[in-house]
């Protein structure tokens, strides 16, 4: 998912583990093994708060209510 959010990526030293944060929803944080593993787990993580927010009607930063406004206008595949 490409979009407008700053990911933070940092090695953890003492767990062996890339540890990301996204300060821009509520500074949400996963881990993986490998970069790509962290990345992977990131985007589960902004789905889930994406898909939350919408259900229980919490008011998103106004550049992911952009994004969000995008990505339901998107055709979809047939």
């Known amino acids: ?6 990911i933070v990526l940092e090695w953890d030293t ?3 583990v890339w540890v990301s944060h996204v300060p821009e929803l509520g500074d949400i944080s996963t ?10 787990q990131t985007r589960e993580a902004i789905l889930g708060y ?12 106004e550049s992911v209510a952009v994004l969000r406004a995008a990505l339901e206008r998107r055709p979809t595949a047939v």
Not at 31 to 40: F, H, K, N
Not at 50 to 61: G, H, S
């Open 50 to 61: 994406l898909e939350t927010a919408a259900e229980q009607q919490i008011p998103l930063p």
């Open 1 to 6: 998912m490409s979009g407008p959010f700053k």
């Open 14 to 16: 003492e767990d062996h």
């Open 31 to 40: 881990y993986g093994d490998t970069v790509e593993e962290a990345l992977a």
